[in-house]
């Protein structure tokens, strides 16, 4: 089964600290992904990659930058937390290259929920 | 950028019923459609999924049907269960970049 783990389920964090949320996949995927999840607003893209030292900017990338120096592992980086970041984040990894048309199938991790007071 | 949105937000069924969900999307050319359903308290997960080319897909209880000149996909549970209560969301893609709407809450009376 592929396996998308991020490093913690419950984070709790004062305003303007500096969060770093983990993401690692275990099944060769190029493809991964940061969403946020938010009561009544579905799953939003903060930030996705294709590939190493790659990233591309999502739907809500204000107040995020990623990071992905290897392959299996992506980094959601919250330099100053805010309140506003108060969510719940998943991870999501697929297989497929940009610009390949088709199945694009995610694979979620169990989610980080990050919490700023 | 694509837009998507479902309908109705929140959807009771008795068990046993069926249930529609329906979804429409902007952008003409997104040529893959999933549906993920999340359970509560886990992650989501894709349950049926279906390209342009083709107008519906089936997998036991669940279908998927898209009408590309309206612009629209729906998902069909048939015989509803109680494990179907969770809330579901439909993305539209291209370019493999998945654009979810903000799901629908379905909730199986027993």
């Known amino acids: 089964d592929v396996k998308v783990t991020q490093s913690s389920r419950y984070l709790v964090k004062r305003t303007g600290e500096k969060v770093f949320l983990e993401c690692v996949q275990d099944?060769?995927?190029?493809?991964m992904f940061w969403y946020r999840q938010d009561p009544g607003l579905g799953l939003r893209l903060i930030y996705f990659s294709y590939d190493v030292k790659m990233k591309e900017k999502g739907d809500i990338p204000e107040g995020y930058s990623v990071s992905r120096e290897k392959k299996e592992r992506f980094s959601l980086i919250l330099e100053s937390a805010s309140t506003n970041q108060t969510s719940m984040y998943l991870c999501?990894?697929?297989?497929?290259?940009?610009?390949?048309?088709?199945?694009?199938?995610?694979?979620f991790g169990a989610g980080s929920r990050l919490t700023v007071l | 950028g694509e837009n998507v949105e479902q309908h109705p937000s929140t959807l009771s069924v008795q068990e046993g019923d069926s249930a529609v969900i329906k979804c429409t999307y902007s952008?003409?050319?997104?040529?893959?459609f999933p549906w993920y359903k999340q359970e509560l308290g886990k992650r989501p997960q894709l349950i049926i999924d279906?390209?342009?080319?083709?107008g519906e897909k089936k997998d036991q209880r669940i279908a998927v049907t898209l009408n590309k000149t309206a612009k629209h996909f729906s998902l069909h549970i048939t015989e509803t269960q109680p494990e179907d209560s969770a809330v579901y969301f439909c993305a539209a893609s291209k370019n493999n970049r998945l654009a979810f709407g903000k799901g629908n809450q379905v909730v199986v009376i027993p």
């Open positions: 099944m060769d995927h190029e493809n």
């Open positions: 279906i390209r342009s080319n083709v």
């Open positions: 952008d003409s050319a997104s040529n893959y």
């Open positions: 999501a990894s697929s297989l497929f290259r940009q610009g390949i048309s088709g199945a694009n199938v995610l694979t």
